[in-house]
């Protein structure tokens, strides 16, 4: 980025032109202004700087020159003079494009979004083909915790600046935070909304954190009217802890609620397939692919479970169904191959399932007449004929733009078939008529969440060796715990661009995951070389001097991440601790004050004890102290709380 910015330096020069200056001094500003860009096309930037500065010292309101010096810091990563700089230049010449450019690059490096996003909303609109000016207004906008403002923004930066991986990256941590973003927004508008129940029941699930799942699926089940999919959930759970019968009865009351859900079908498929009734299982996966061939396949691909989770006597029955549907035939049944597939998966076998699946055709869609009515599109939508009802809730959203149900409706047949620009498209006008409306919000996290991978996918489509494309990769090998993977990605993209930021960031996070702190120490450096202002690594870097008894090194790191992020807790509970180290006490005392809240384990309150007994303190010490044993206290009581529910729930 440095080199960008350089480059951006150089053409925003201004030449002096004198006005009503004495000979001497024009001579003299000529001199500087000559030597100045000599210095800064070789690169020599801190003689460039001085140069700017010596005619800022004959003519101090001089603008541009002003300017060039605040671009100079800017490229030299002296964000906060750049900042100072460039704030002078724009108040005696406001609207220089360039200033207010890189200002609010220096603001958001600073930490300071909100004073940002002016300056670069007036610059992209400006030059609406400014890469610059448009991805830092994204950027501006994410940290400013504006996401879903952010996705507007970079999605017209992606229909000007067409297949620009850093517009798409960009755009793919937007809808991510976009997606969590309402999340809360439920959390917020109705904190017990059987939507939110449903929402953190099924997430819990994804999650393989079964018990947390159950307890949440079996409180709706006990309001009498549960929400679809509940059943359904808790038919899935029980059928993984090896309660087939359970689940099985489960499955079946959501068919009852829902004669239509390929899921339940597909669910019903394997509870009787672990009862070893296979017919039975061909019939249940035969109606699911009937209604819904798409999602019938995609119920089987997304059923994967660990392979070591499995009891011998249920891998026997997978096994036996794998060995009657490999029998010979002319033309496999479509519904043996699904439950070959599923068997396969379970089994953990997943390439060979992949390559049972990949031999099915998807049928051609039914040719379903569009429904003539509001009342029959509705109906479509209920029988999963989404094509059908899309074609009928467009035409009545036409003559009924106000109906909020029907585009609603709209909104989940798009999302359905694998459209979610559209579905969020409608999502956000139900939002215009209903700021209320949760499962508005809720459908709305979940084509964020689509559109956020559809987008990294396309990157990787795209330029599948450039360095955006290495950090996704990188990015997912750390999600899932294959550091060494990862770490090649982060080195890869560095190859390609050494001075992306975040790079080693994400390989110093991953030394230091693995207890390799001089290695992690190194990238932090780096990281900071690139960015001296970046929060995270400040703070991970100021951590591990904590830790190795280095607190004079510690403290001016973690007051910068500070000076960027006031409210990073752990930054906080570090600085504290530095402090501490180094005898500052009553600096230790504030900053402890600012991490108590979020003390889960008492770590923070134990520092605060002996902080307040060196202060002299001891009565407060002895309180911090009494705080410590109920927050572990509370904690153990927490874990038997629990157990006792999984005793509860196996019973």
């Known amino acids: 980025m440095s080199g960008i910015l350089l480059r951006s330096a150089c053409l925003f020069v201004f030449l002096y032109r004198a006005a009503a200056q004495q000979p001497d001094v024009d001579s003299q500003i000529q001199e500087h202004f000559i030597a100045a860009q000599s210095a800064q096309r070789s690169g020599d930037l801190d003689t460039a700087a001085r140069e700017y500065r010596a005619i800022l010292a004959l003519k101090p309101d001089f603008a541009e020159i002003r300017m060039n010096l605040g671009l100079v810091l800017h490229a030299q990563n002296k964000f906060d003079q750049s900042a100072n700089a460039l704030a002078k230049s724009l ?220 009891p011998d006597t249920l891998r026997a029955r ?100 694998h459209q979610p620009a559209q579905a969020a498209r409608e999502l956000r006008r139900v939002l215009e008529r209903d700021p209320k409306h949760v499962s508005a919000h809720l459908w709305l996290g979940k084509s964020y969440r689509d559109l956020s991978l559809a987008t990294f996918e396309r990157i990787i489509t795209l330029q599948p060796d450039s360095y955006r494309t290495h950090q996704l990769l990188a990015q997912a090998y750390e999600a899932k715990n294959q550091d060494d993977k990862a770490i090649t990605e982060y080195r890869a993209a560095l190859v390609a661009r050494s001075s992306l930021p975040g790079l080693h960031l994400g390989i110093g996070r991953v030394h230091l995951k693995n207890l390799r702190l001089e290695e992690a120490a190194l990238e932090f450096q780096k990281e900071l070389g690139i960015n001296p202002f970046d929060p995270d690594a400040n703070t991970d870097l100021g951590g591990i001097y904590v830790n190795q008894d280095q607190p004079e090194k510690a403290v001016p790191l973690l007051e910068r991440a500070l000076q960027v992020q006031p409210r990073l807790t752990e930054a906080h509970r570090r600085l504290g601790k530095a402090y501490y180290g180094v005898g500052q006490y009553n600096k230790a005392e504030a900053e402890l004050q600012k991490a108590a809240a979020a003390d889960g384990d008492g770590s923070t309150h134990y520092l605060l004890a002996r902080t307040y007994r060196q202060l002299g303190r001891t009565r407060e010490a002895e309180e911090a102290l009494a705080t410590v044993a109920r927050i572990k206290a509370a904690k153990l009581k927490q874990a038997q709380d629990r157990a006792e529910r999984v005793r509860q729930l196996d019973r």
């Open 91 to 310: 108040k005696v010449k406001p609207g220089q494009f360039a200033a207010m450019l890189f200002q609010g690059i220096n603001y958001c490096k600073l930490g300071r979004p909100v004073e940002a996003v002016p300056f670069l909303t007036t610059a992209a609109a400006e030059q609406p083909a400014n890469k610059q000016a448009r991805f830092w207004l994204g950027t501006a906008l994410i940290e400013f915790g504006k996401p879903a403002r952010a996705v507007l923004e970079l999605e017209k930066a992606a229909e000007t600046l067409r297949d620009d991986v850093d517009i798409l990256q960009l755009l793919g941590e937007a809808y991510q935070k976009a997606s969590r973003e309402e999340s809360e927004q439920v959390k917020d508008l109705a904190p017990a909304s059987v939507e939110r129940r449903l929402l953190l029941a099924e997430s819990f699930l994804s999650q393989q954190e079964l018990m947390a799942s159950e307890i949440y699926y079996r409180k709706l089940l006990e309001q009498g009217s549960p929400p679809a999919g509940t059943h359904l959930g808790l038919g899935t759970i029980l059928l993984r802890q090896g309660k087939v019968e359970e689940g099985v009865e489960q499955f079946e009351a959501e068919l009852r609620a829902d004669s239509y859900s390929v899921e339940a079908y597909c669910g019903l498929a394997e509870g009787f397939l672990m009862e070893g009734r296979l017919p039975e299982a061909l019939v249940q996966l035969r109606s699911a692919r009937n209604i819904r061939p798409d999602q019938a396949i995609a119920c089987v691909e997304s059923a994967g479970t660990p392979t070591e989770s499995l």
């Open 318 to 417: 997978y096994q036996a169904a794998i060995e009657e549907w490999s029998k010979p035939a002319a033309r496999p049944e479509p519904a043996e191959t699904l439950g070959l597939a599923l068997a396969y998966t379970r089994i953990g076998e997943s390439a060979e399932a992949q390559k049972q699946l990949e031999t099915m055709r998807l049928p051609a869609p039914s040719a379903i007449p569009e429904p003539a009515s509001r009342s029959a599109s509705l109906e479509s939508v209920r029988k999963r004929q989404y094509e059908a009802a899309i074609g009928g809730l467009s035409r009545h959203l036409k003559a009924q733009p106000q109906d909020v149900e029907a585009r609603f409706a709209l909104a989940q047949s798009y999302l359905e078939t």
